[in-house]
Structure formats: structure tokens, C-alpha cells
């Protein structure tokens, strides 16, 4: 069983710049690909940044060049830098894992763990 802990959402205004923590508690080693994910108001969640369990990284197109993810080398914590917030960019923010490596990388439905999520809101 895996336990995902969001940190590090919060206010700012477009342009600003936020870091999310995903910690991954419960886990102990093995293939595991990790991701964010957000869900605005009315719209479904969307994937943004996923990393699989061969360290490959994949993004949604509105976020390409702003957004990174990373992980740390035991791969316990996960990270989200965002730049350059855009108002569009407000949503609640998730942290959603799997074990081995999902047919398609940004589809929700292939993560079987998730967060409880950080709140993000950018102001124009």
C-alpha cells in the first residue's frame, strides 16, 4: 500500500513560480511511475506531468517549457516546478502513482494511488 502526501500549493499571482512535493509513504522499492495530475471547477482531472518506471517524463502541451518533474533518487518524493503560472493553471493539483509503467502515461484511470491534493491558484 502506498500513501501519497501532497505539499506546496498555494497563491500567486501570473508569472510566479510554485513547487509541489508528492511524498510516497509505504513504499519500498520497485518499478514505479508517478505523476501529477489537476482538476479545475467543472472539468475533468487532466494529466500534466508524469514520470513511468523507466524514468521517462511526459507532458501536457499547455504546460511544456513552464512545468518540470522530478523525482528524488529513491524515488520516495516527487516534485512539480511550475513557472510562469498562468490563471488557466488554477486547479487542484494531485499526486497519483502505479506500479510498472502505464499504456498511456497522462490517462487518470491507469494510476491506482492517489493524493488528496494541493490547491494552486494563480490570479491575473
Known amino acids: 500500500q502506498v500513501q501519497l502526501v501532497e505539499s506546496g500549493g498555494g497563491s500567486v499571482q501570473a508569472g510566479g513560480s510554485l513547487r509541489l512535493s508528492c511524498a510516497a509513504y509505504g513504499y519500498i522499492g520497485g518499478d514505479i511511475s508517478m505523476g501529477w495530475f489537476r482538476q479545475a471547477p467543472g472539468k475533468e482531472r487532466e494529466g500534466v506531468a508524469t514520470?513511468?518506471?523507466?524514468?521517462?517524463?511526459t507532458y501536457t502541451d499547455s504546460v511544456k517549457g513552464r512545468f518540470t518533474i522530478s523525482q528524488d533518487n529513491a524515488r520516495w518524493t516527487l516534485y512539480l516546478q511550475m513557472n510562469n503560472l498562468k490563471p488557466e493553471d488554477t486547479a487542484m493539483y494531485y499526486c497519483?502513482?502505479?506500479?510498472?509503467?502505464?499504456?498511456?502515461?497522462?490517462?487518470?484511470?491507469?494510476?491506482?494511488?492517489w493524493g488528496q491534493g494541493t490547491q494552486v491558484t494563480v490570479s491575473s
Open positions: 497519483a502513482a502505479r506500479f510498472g509503467t502505464p499504456i498511456q502515461a497522462l490517462g487518470a484511470t491507469s494510476y491506482q494511488y
Open positions: 514520470i513511468d518506471s523507466n524514468f521517462r517524463t
